[in-house]
């Protein structure tokens, strides 16, 4: 058993470590490696509006191409990730972002889960404490013989 | 029976309720950032004989306008065209064209080929002033009002029920 979870351990040590990330390929990129890695970061974190559930840095979609070139010279004119973000969001929406932000609106869509978790839990420990309340009362001497006799005669 | 046999019952109704609802509504369909925005700004150049482009100036004249992103290469867009004609006959609403990476050739001969519903065409050749605009595919319309305000956005090609159900709506209540 405890060499059967080492494996398995393994088997997802492997798969982690060969993650293969795709990325798209951009004629242009910016000369400064160190502003070209933090336009890259910020593209990860922006959905493509065409593939939907790709981040814009590794969607081969035209439109995508084109947000990456948006996204470089923001970077490049000087602009904090936050305010390359609020670019694209001030045309497209809280929708461009991968990771939508914690408002009223998605107040369902990130409460919701631990919320029916928690309702789930609080069920089935109410459940719980009832079965035991509602145990059934030890067995009289009457029936304890009864069940002796049933017991017998097969 | 106690009220908390029907608990199921009632949770699965409920699940049912919200998933139906959910197969209603289109995942592609991305609501826009700009309803009850002023225009984005801009400056396009015009399809060669069809002077003058478009400025975003053109749009708070007063008065209603249609903008329409197309392009020649766009399937929907061919699909779309005869309501786009229906539309130009509205009195008061100017229908305005935003051609999206396109030969302006090619965009000229098919306004040649279907009809051309528009008063001005702006030519957006490298796409970007459709970015200023939340455009993410083509064909995409917008209806400003007269102050030069995005009051609704339609994604895809428009159908023939759309104008009634839609556009028509939406013209009246941005004329009041």
């Known amino acids: ?154 | 029976m106690r009220w908390q046999s029907f608990l199921p019952l009632i949770v699965v109704s409920f699940l049912a309720a919200v998933l139906f609802v959910g197969l209603e509504l289109d995942p592609k369909i991305v609501p826009s950032a700009l309803i009850d925005k002023p225009v984005p700004q801009f400056d396009l150049p015009p399809l060669p004989g069809k002077e003058p482009g478009l400025i975003a100036a053109d749009l708070a004249r007063g008065g209603i306008s249609l903008v329409n992103v197309w392009a020649s290469w766009c399937g929907p867009c061919r699909i779309e065209h005869p309501q786009l004609m229906e539309i130009a006959k509205i009195e008061g609403v100017r229908m305005i064209g935003l051609n999206y990476k396109d030969d302006p050739a090619k965009a000229l001969a098919f306004l040649q080929q279907l009809g051309d519903p528009y008063e001005s065409v702006g030519t957006d050749r490298t796409g970007r002033v459709a970015i200023e605009w939340g455009v993410y595919g083509v064909p995409e319309t917008f209806l400003i009002d007269g102050h030069g305000r995005i009051v609704l956005k339609h994604v895809g090609p428009l159908r023939p029920e759309d104008i009634p159900e839609k556009i028509l709506p939406a013209i009246q209540a941005a004329s009041q």
């Not at chain 1, 088997?11 to 990325?23: D, K, N, P, R």
């Open chain 1, 1 to 154: 058993m405890k060499r059967r979870l080492v494996g398995l351990a393994v088997i997802f040590m492997l798969m982690g470590g060969s993650h293969v990330y795709a990325m798209a390929v951009d004629a242009v990129t910016l000369q400064d490696p160190a502003l070209e890695a933090r336009a890259r970061t910020i593209m990860q974190g922006l959905r493509c509006l065409v593939c939907q559930n790709q981040s814009i840095e590794i969607s081969d979609a035209e439109l995508a191409g084109d947000l990456r070139r948006i996204v470089r010279e923001r970077v490049a004119a000087g602009d904090t990730d936050d305010q390359v973000r609020a670019h694209l969001v001030a045309r497209y929406g809280d929708w461009v972002l991968m990771r939508p932000p914690f408002k009223l609106s998605t107040l369902a869509l990130w409460a919701g889960p631990p919320a029916l978790l928690a309702l789930g839990g609080l069920g089935l420990w109410v459940g719980q404490r009832r079965r035991v309340r509602t145990a059934p009362p030890p067995l009289t001497e009457a029936e304890k013989a009864q069940l002796q006799e049933i017991n017998t005669r097969n």
